[in-house]
């Protein structure tokens, strides 16, 4: 009397590759408990009905079975043993990062500018933050672009962060926003005829809601200039006098503000200059 064997072995292979292998994958059969097999390596069902099994293969998200599923069906012989090959590849995972704003000051905006790696740039909060996803893990630059009245105050607008493999890095900027600066407005006053030889004195005015003190030029049309300065904004007076014949006829008197941060403001009016 002869007997003949009627279980069999199943025995899962792998083979990887990539930039980032984890130190093991997990494989079932018929949906059973999960065992650890080597990322190049083999693990064997034994003792198995001789018949149709379902092996499944589950590799971390960042690798791929590049020869087929996940899930492959084998029909185990009597006596024998069946072998299932994966091949897998396995890449660096992605990160992510996230620019964070902190704003203070007299005049914040709405929202700023922020771009990564010279790409399009993405609304932020002044206060709040972005995330940009799916980063390769290396070395990225990140750009906050704010309006000319604001300033970065905890470093420069460009800066270089390492994206982590399946984490987050954050950049931080501390930001602070000041009322812009407005140019003076000036007003020359109205046209006028001066005596030729006669001291001629006249007024200026101008306003503006930044803080002084301003510098004013006036030049009186004929070649010369005064110069001063004002504590406050308003009205202000001062005194040229018209010499020589060949100044008779038509001058423009151009007065010119200059407030304490640079900005300027100007304003003309014409003096028809004529014989006493």
């Known amino acids: 009397m002869s007997c003949s064997a009627t279980t069999g072995n199943l025995t899962a292979q792998t083979s990887t590759s990539g930039s980032s292998v984890p130190s093991s994958y997990t494989v079932a059969l018929d949906g059973g408990a999960g065992q650890s097999i080597a990322t190049s390596g083999s693990f064997t069902f034994t003792n198995l009905a001789a018949t149709n099994h379902t092996v499944v293969l589950t590799v971390p998200s960042n690798c791929s079975i590049t020869n087929g599923g996940a899930s492959r069906s084998a029909t185990v012989p009597s006596g024998g043993t069946v072998t299932v090959s994966y091949t897998v590849n396995c890449t660096t995972p992605p990160g992510n990062l996230t620019a964070q704003t902190s704003t203070t000051g007299s005049s914040v905006p709405s929202s700023y500018t922020v771009a990564v790696d010279g790409g399009a740039g993405q609304t932020i909060a002044t206060s709040g933050s972005f995330t940009f ?76 809601p930044d803080n002084g003190p301003w510098n004013y030029t006036i030049d009186w049309g004929d070649g010369s200039t005064s110069t001063g300065s004002r504590p406050s904004a308003g009205s202000f007076s001062a005194s040229h006098t018209y010499l020589g014949l060949s100044i008779l006829g038509t001058r423009t008197i151009r007065v010119t503000i200059t407030d304490s941060r640079g900005a300027s403001g100007s304003d003309t009016k014409n003096v028809t200059i004529v014989l006493l």
């Open 133 to 208: 996803t799916n980063l390769a893990a290396t070395n990225h630059t990140v750009v906050l672009t704010v309006p000319s009245n604001c300033s970065i105050t905890n470093g420069s607008a460009s800066r270089s962060a390492t994206v982590p493999s399946g984490g987050t890095v954050t950049v931080s900027y501390t930001v602070n926003c000041i009322t812009p600066n407005s140019a003076p407005v000036v007003n020359a006053g109205s046209d006028q005829t001066v005596l030729l030889g006669v001291l001629y004195s006249t007024s200026f005015s101008f306003s503006d």
